[in-house]
């Protein structure tokens, strides 16, 4: 029997009588699961807080965040729930040993659920303005979020991953305790981190590993390092900001056979002198660093002064060697 695949940006299709992720017809808009698992929502009482969406303006309840499903699909992620949450509980150890698929379709269903509520809540607001043109995404993201879709399809459909690894996925210790939910996320560009329980997880989830391979020289300083919260935020930062830089698309081939999808992702590489990534900007990185040191009082004009880079809290600006957490002298 042929692969059922589906695609809701061919035509922008996302209803409350449409599973998410198959595309099937469900028999009720009230068949749908919490785009953030119902344990974290319990553990860290989320589900009454505000989550602000990308417009920076709107703020929907954490409860209310939710993706129409099927009985399949909410079956299969509780199965993928309860291996994520036997791992956090336990702590980075445990998390290490993790597959990076169980990860990535993890945080890509938290990430696609942000960027579907987002999605329908611009096509709500498009078709409420009077004389207002149809919702439109660029061609470019459509391509890129129907890619990103097709791999999440891997939680219920047999898929083959092959090449080098479609994502960038760093874990680190973290000097965090169980009471704390630190997330964020960035859907247009698939970037997502979130600090919890002594580790910290930082990940660019379409970038073919370039962004890692970019960071390698400061991920081999950290090595197995607890980090200072501040500077785990330091490199979300780095991660988001060299992700955004990405000039060259990541390529992916992709292959039905009968029973299975294969997809072969293309290392990101440089092609006739042309660089993978744009020239990174110091005084735009500052303003990024900025709002990820928002909880210490940091603002642009505290992190850098033109000419100089911006102040770190990773290495050291002159020595470039590691900063020894234990060193900060910043509250956690």
């Not at 009588?17 to 953030?36: H, P, W």
């Not at 909410?74 to 956090?88: N, P, Q, R, V, Y």
């Not at 292959?255 to 072969?264: G, H, R, T």
Request: hydrophobic share 40%; with cysteine; charged share 25%.
């Amino acid at each position: 029997m042929p692969l059922s695949l589906f695609n809701p940006f061919e035509t922008l299709h996302f209803e409350e009588t449409t599973c998410f992720l198959t595309g099937y017809d469900l028999s009720s808009s009230e068949n749908k699961i919490s785009v953030f698992p119902d344990w974290i929502l319990d553990f860290f009482s989320l589900r009454d807080q505000r989550f602000k969406m990308l417009d920076q303006v709107t703020a929907i309840r954490y409860g209310e965040l939710k993706l129409p499903c099927s009985g399949e699909v909410k079956e299969a992620f509780g199965k993928l729930e309860d291996e994520i949450k036997k791992a956090f509980e336990a702590g980075y150890d445990e998390v290490k040993k993790l597959p990076e698929e169980s990860l990535f379709l993890w945080m890509a269903k938290i990430v696609y659920g942000v960027l579907y509520n987002d999605l329908v809540l611009e096509i709500s607001r498009s078709q409420k303005r009077q004389n207002a043109k149809e919702f439109q995404l660029s061609p470019y993201l459509k391509q890129r979020f129907a890619k990103f879709h097709l791999m999440l399809q891997s939680l219920i459909v047999p898929m083959k991953f092959e090449g080098v690894k479609p994502w960038s996925i760093e874990i680190v210790k973290l000097k965090y305790s169980k009471d704390i939910f630190n997330y964020k996320d960035e859907p247009t560009n698939l970037n997502f981190s979130l600090g919890i329980n002594g580790f910290g997880i930082v990940a660019c989830l379409q970038d073919n590993g370039a962004v890692k391979n970019k960071e390698n020289n400061i991920l081999a300083k950290i090595s197995d390092k607890t980090l200072h919260p501040i500077q785990f935020e330091e490199l979300s930062a780095r991660f988001l900001y060299a992700n955004y830089l990405l000039k060259k698309p990541a390529k992916n081939i992709i292959s039905v056979e009968e029973d299975q999808v294969i997809i072969e992702s293309i290392a990101v590489e440089e092609n006739l002198g042309e660089p993978i990534f744009a020239p990174w900007d110091d005084d735009m990185f500052a303003q990024v660093l900025a709002g990820y040191w928002e909880p210490w009082g940091f603002t642009k004009k505290d992190i850098i002064n033109l000419p100089d880079s911006p102040i770190s809290f990773l290495e050291n600006d002159f020595t470039h060697e590691f900063i020894e957490p234990d060193s900060i002298k910043l509250p956690y």
